[in-house]
């Protein structure tokens, strides 16, 4: 019995036998069955879950395998009405409907993109569009000096505009000084204070005239105009505002020390 199942075993097996071409190729049978072609093996059967799904949500195959919520709006070319807000509308409600329409369709790439895209626009537009108009502004008032009278002009052209950085040291200098004559106000006048400004004034005016002497008559004249503007001014100012322990005197210095500040900052 043992020798005749190893005689089995030992056999070799039959050659498969063709049984016709198809487009899969030659088709062999081991035995009596056929095994199926490749497209037969696991057919695939899905359904798609997405909510208003186009065809850019359908796979290589034509099966659908996007289960996020799609904005219905994400092609719509306008980006107010993408985003579903007036074009007067402020930023931050901009940025509102943004918000919410992100967290509405989040998972869905191509309506983040959208979203995202839109309010981009938007901002980037709302940008554009308030460079220009100071644009516009700073040409309006270029052609309004212009067009001004000729003494008008020479007044101006006394003038200048420095750089911010220029501007923003000069006002922490003279503010130090205003704060430092309100805190020894109780001690004495401020005399002290108001001779280092005006040796600063004249320093920072011979800087960019060039000239000691113009620079030296410019500083005293701006801290005498100043002192005269600021005697007519204070007595107008209701006393209920003013702390009991500010006198006239030191009133009248804060008002100089503005017109200190104007003079060595924007005269030419």
Same mark, same amino acid.
């Given at each position: ?43 695939? &059967? ?154 600063? &004034? ?67």
């Amino acid at each position: 019995m043992q020798a005749t199942a190893a005689s089995f075993l030992a056999r070799p097996l039959p050659w498969p036998r063709r049984i016709g071409r198809s487009t899969y190729g030659a088709v062999a049978v081991h035995g009596g069955v056929s095994p199926l072609p490749p497209r037969l093996r696991g057919v695939r &059967c899905s359904m798609s879950l997405s909510i208003g799904a186009g065809s850019s949500d359908i796979g290589d195959n034509g099966f659908s395998y996007q289960y996020a919520p799609v904005f219905r709006r994400y092609r719509e070319r306008d980006p107010y009405k993408l985003l579903g807000v007036d074009r007067d509308a402020s930023e931050e409600e901009i940025r509102s409907a943004k918000d919410f329409l992100v967290q509405q369709y989040a998972g869905h790439e191509a309506s983040e993109e959208a979203i995202e895209g839109a309010y981009e626009k938007i901002i980037m537009k709302s940008y554009q569009h308030r460079k220009k108009t100071k644009i516009n502004l700073k040409t309006k008032l270029l052609k309004r000096v212009e067009e001004s009278p000729s003494w008008v002009k020479a007044f101006l052209g006394y003038f200048e505009v420095p750089s911010m950085d220029i501007i923003s040291k000069r006002l922490f200098f003279f503010a130090f000084i205003a704060g430092w004559s309100i805190a020894t106000s109780a001690e004495n006048g401020p005399a002290f204070q108001l001779a280092i400004s005006l040796f600063s &004034c004249i320093y920072f005016l011979n800087d960019k005239m060039k000239n000691l002497l113009r620079a030296s008559t410019t500083g005293f004249g701006v801290l005498v105009g100043g002192w005269i503007v600021g005697s007519m001014l204070v007595p107008l100012i209701p006393t209920f505002i003013i702390p009991p322990t500010w006198s006239l005197e030191l009133l009248t210095s804060l008002v100089a020390y503005v017109f200190l500040f104007l003079g060595s900052t924007y005269l030419k």
